[in-house]
């Protein structure tokens, strides 16, 4: 039976989505690459947590809690010295793996650790795992897997709205035809990639009164196929073919204080080789710029004033019900302290424990 054909419910009121205290663990863009030089360290605010970042001697970035576990001063104030970072206030210096290598004071230094955290790039970013170890690659879709990409960087917003919020606007499929003006029926098909990834997909995609169709009709000739693919609920790589051309758009988000968002939009394709490859994505890149951009400009005003709510269900909405349910199942964290979220009931039942086990040792 198609899951597409059921009416929509929503009869528990989700957990993590679209709360302000709450993100899934995964990966999270930070800053793009260019914007860290070899030894140079820059200080990061990442879904609450207090950061330092630097780049050591042999290119690679490493990620650590900003602040000196001696005294607590900023990590970023410091001084990268090949692979590691001394901080500034009393010189001590810890390397990539976070342990402490040198105490100018002492002969020796004391068996203390810094906390780091997963980090690596790609797309032009650097990207930090907000977990102890990686339980999922860096965010793909499945045509640009393994394959190297060319990208450039599209509009960077911040909205007023949660990022969940954000990204399901792009399967919401009632304002493609009320808000785009593409006026045929949208019907998405869902395929869960992982626990972390789903795609949703349309092969009926069209509208001759759309801005966006009338720029790219001369490069196709059969049916539009769309799709999207997200990860940890707040990152979005929509995809576009038009017989052999292929568009990527990544709307990578990520959530500020008081449940705003943070997104950056990054133009992606296949790395072609020589000059007329070097051309032909130039093209490409400039023309996947403007169907993002083009993708989001008319719902921006709305993103600044919306207070999402979803009372009232039916069938049109039944792809947002079932990325809210996908999204439910995932790992939630809190905001700042990057903590596994607990339901309210195991709390309480986590205080009584401890309570009793405080009693009994009385």
């Given at each position: 039976?198609?899951?597409?054909?059921?009416?929509?419910?929503?009869?528990?009121?989700?957990?993590?989505?679209?709360?302000?205290?709450?993100?899934?663990?995964?990966?999270y863009?930070?800053i793009?690459?260019?914007?860290?030089?070899?030894g140079?360290?820059?200080?990061?605010?990442?879904?609450g947590?207090e950061?330092?970042?630097?780049?050591?001697?042999?290119?690679?970035v490493?990620?650590?809690?900003?602040?000196?576990?001696?005294?607590?001063?900023?990590?970023?104030?410091g001084?990268?010295?090949?692979?590691?970072?001394?901080?500034?206030?009393?010189h001590?210096?810890?390397?990539?793996?976070?342990?402490?290598?040198?105490?100018?004071?002492?002969?020796e230094?004391?068996?203390?650790?810094l906390?780091?955290?997963?980090?690596?790039?790609?797309?032009?970013?650097?990207?930090?795992?907000?977990?102890?170890?990686?339980?999922?690659?860096?965010?793909?879709?499945?045509?640009?897997?393994?394959?190297?990409?060319?990208?450039?960087?599209?509009?960077?917003?911040?909205?007023?709205?949660?990022?969940n919020?954000?990204?399901?606007?792009?399967?919401?499929?009632?304002?493609?035809?009320?808000?785009?003006?593409?006026?045929?029926?949208?019907?998405?098909?869902?395929?869960?990639l992982?626990?972390?990834?789903?795609?949703?997909s349309?092969?009926t995609?069209?509208?001759e009164d759309?801005?966006?169709?009338?720029?790219?009709?001369?490069?196709?000739?059969?049916?539009?196929?769309y799709?999207?693919?997200?990860?940890?609920?707040?990152?979005?790589?929509?995809?576009?073919?038009?017989?052999?051309?292929?568009?990527h758009?990544?709307?990578?988000m990520?959530?500020?204080?008081g449940?705003?968002?943070?997104?950056?939009?990054?133009?992606?394709?296949?790395?072609?080789?020589g000059?007329?490859g070097?051309?032909?994505?130039r093209?490409?890149l400039?023309?996947?710029?403007?169907?993002?951009k083009?993708?989001?400009?008319?719902?921006?005003?709305?993103?600044?004033?919306?207070q999402?709510d979803?009372?009232?269900?039916?069938k049109?909405?039944?792809?947002?019900?079932?990325?809210?349910?996908?999204?439910?199942?995932?790992?939630?964290?809190?905001?700042k302290?990057?903590?596994?979220?607990?339901?309210?009931?195991?709390?309480?039942?986590?205080?009584?424990e401890?309570?009793?086990?405080?009693?009994?040792?009385?």
């Open positions: 039976m198609n899951v597409n054909s059921q009416p929509a419910s929503s009869k528990r009121k989700p957990k993590t989505f679209n709360n302000p205290e709450r993100f899934i663990e995964g990966w863009w930070v793009p690459s260019l914007n860290l030089e070899i140079e360290v820059k200080p990061v605010n990442l879904l947590r950061l330092a970042i630097y780049r050591g001697k042999d290119r690679r490493v990620t650590v809690d900003a602040y000196c576990p001696h005294m607590g001063a900023h990590l970023a104030e001084q990268v010295e090949g692979n590691e970072l001394r901080c500034l206030f009393h001590w210096k810890f390397n990539a793996q976070g342990i402490c290598v040198d105490i100018p004071c002492l002969d230094s004391l068996p203390m650790k906390k780091t955290w997963p980090t690596a790039e790609k797309y032009g970013m650097i990207w930090v795992w907000t977990g102890e170890y990686p339980q999922q690659p860096l965010p793909f879709i499945p045509e640009l897997e393994h394959k190297d990409c060319d990208v450039i960087f599209g509009p960077r917003l911040v909205m007023n709205c949660h990022p919020v954000v990204g399901i606007n792009a399967i919401d499929a009632q304002h493609f035809n009320t808000v785009h003006k593409l006026l045929s029926e949208i019907i998405f098909e869902k395929d869960e992982n626990q972390n990834a789903i795609i949703f349309n092969t995609y069209s509208g759309s801005f966006l169709i009338k720029l790219i009709r001369p490069f196709y000739k059969n049916p539009v196929t799709s999207i693919c997200y990860w940890y609920g707040t990152i979005g790589i929509v995809t576009l073919s038009f017989d052999s051309l292929y568009i758009v990544m709307f990578a990520r959530l500020l204080e449940g705003k968002t943070e997104a950056q939009t990054i133009a992606m394709t296949r790395k072609r080789q000059i007329f070097w051309l032909h994505n093209v490409i400039w023309l996947t710029k403007i169907v993002g083009d993708f989001i400009k008319a719902d921006i005003r709305i993103f600044q004033t919306i999402f979803l009372k009232t269900p039916i049109a909405d039944m792809s947002i019900m079932q990325f809210i349910n996908h999204l439910e199942r995932q790992k939630p964290l809190m905001w302290t990057w903590k596994l979220a607990r339901s309210q009931d195991v709390e309480m039942k986590e205080k009584r401890k309570w009793r086990d405080e009693l009994s040792n009385d």
